[in-house]
């Protein structure tokens, strides 16, 4: 009967653990959306630094998101076939090119690979 008991609540403790996990995840993911927002609207405003900024806090996020729950590769890449590792990807691209572009001084550039940046995000939050 002991037995029983403990393996109910270590499943509990288990499960209550597992829940955090999500919202930690989804945190980081708010959090990166929020910073991609910014980056967006201070490319609009001209602000190659500020671009630069909010897409490096967002990189952190995502970086760490990744961390807690990482995308497995397949062996053979068949295009479609890992959408949300796809997206990730290419959201991982857009922000080097808008980082890459506020450094260059280019706001209108950076903000814009930012916004693209902000698309493959809410993609990937949508994919399988």
Known sequence: MK??????????????GNSGIGYAQEDH???AEQHLKKAIESGRKGN????A??????????????KEHP??????PIYGEKQKAEHDEATFEEMAKAISAAKQGNAEEAGEAARRAYIHLKQKEQSR
């Open 3 to 16: 037995a029983v008991a403990y393996a109910l609540l270590a499943g509990l403790i288990g499960f209550g």
């Open 29 to 31: 993911e708010k959090l």
């Open 48 to 51: 190659a630094k500020e671009v």
């Open 53 to 66: 900024h909010h897409t490096e806090e967002a990189r952190k996020q995502l970086i760490e998101q990744n």
């Open 71 to 76: 995308y497995a590769h397949p062996i053979v």
